[in-house]
């Protein structure tokens, strides 16, 4: 089965600085995907970014950029000039490419991020 | 395109009572899952559906909790004889897939349950 690790409860960064939260993950599969998502308080939980695993460059998203390390089964998010509005909780979430049975995303516990001024 | 809705919001029972809840899709997705996220956590995942068929289901989905997804289109998650550890959020997610392609899941913005 897979896991996934985020060794950061919370985090704190000054607006308009930049942030990286942690993820590892474990597996024994080749091809999967690898995503962050984010639920501010009190709403939805929206996609942030997406990787392949097969893809060796990393996905950016604007301001939004990850650094994966398949070997190291790595996968950390790199928020750039922070805004009020990352203020949320993260979460790091894998799923296998395999479109039979292992469709679900299996998630980390989450990182809250506070941003202040 | 309106995204995933869900309904009711919030349901507050009573322990031994029966809940339902609706998650409508994006009309366009053929798949659509249901995580339920304690506090503190992560979503952990329930079940899911290709079209009307339900694929897969956690050993979370214990024989009080039941899911259908009718003509493929909305879906009910039933839970019967609730208790305390029910206690949760419960998303929807859906998701489109066919051959090798692969779409992302987008949620809703869930249902909270409380039981008292």
């Known amino acids: 089965a897979q896991t996934v690790t985020q060794s950061q409860p919370e985090m704190s960064v000054q607006e308009a600085e930049t942030v990286t939260l942690s993820c590892t993950y474990d597996t024994s599969e080749s091809d999967y995907y690898l995503f962050w998502y984010k639920q501010p308080p009190s709403r939805q939980m929206i996609l942030v970014i997406r990787?392949?695993?097969?893809?060796?460059q990393n996905a950016t998203e604007n301001r939004f950029s990850v650094n994966f390390q398949k070997a190291a089964k790595s996968f950390s998010l790199k928020i750039s000039d922070s805004q009020l509005g990352d203020a949320a909780m993260y979460f790091c979430?894998?799923?296998?490419?395999?479109?039979?049975?292992?469709?679900?995303?299996?998630f980390g516990t989450g990182t809250r991020l506070q941003v202040t001024l | 395109d309106t995204g995933v809705s869900q309904d009711p919001r919030h349901k507050i029972t009573k322990r031994g009572q029966n809940v339902t809840f609706r998650c409508d899709p994006i009309s366009e997705h053929n798949r659509l899952y249901w995580y339920r996220q304690t506090l503190g956590q992560g979503p952990e995942f329930l079940t899911y559906f290709q079209n009307e068929a339900q694929l897969e289901k956690s050993r979370l989905l214990s024989d009080r909790f039941s899911a259908e997804r009718p003509k493929g289109s909305f879906s009910t998650l039933e839970i019967q004889r609730t208790e305390q550890g029910d206690s949760a959020m419960y998303l929807c997610?859906?998701?489109?897939?066919?051959?090798?392609?692969?779409?992302?899941?987008?949620f809703g913005p869930g249902t909270r349950l409380t039981v008292l």
């Open positions: 979430a894998y799923r296998s490419r395999n479109t039979g049975t292992a469709s679900k995303l299996t």
């Open positions: 990787q392949e695993a097969y893809k060796q």
């Open positions: 997610a859906s998701s489109l897939e066919f051959g090798g392609f692969s779409d992302t899941q987008y």
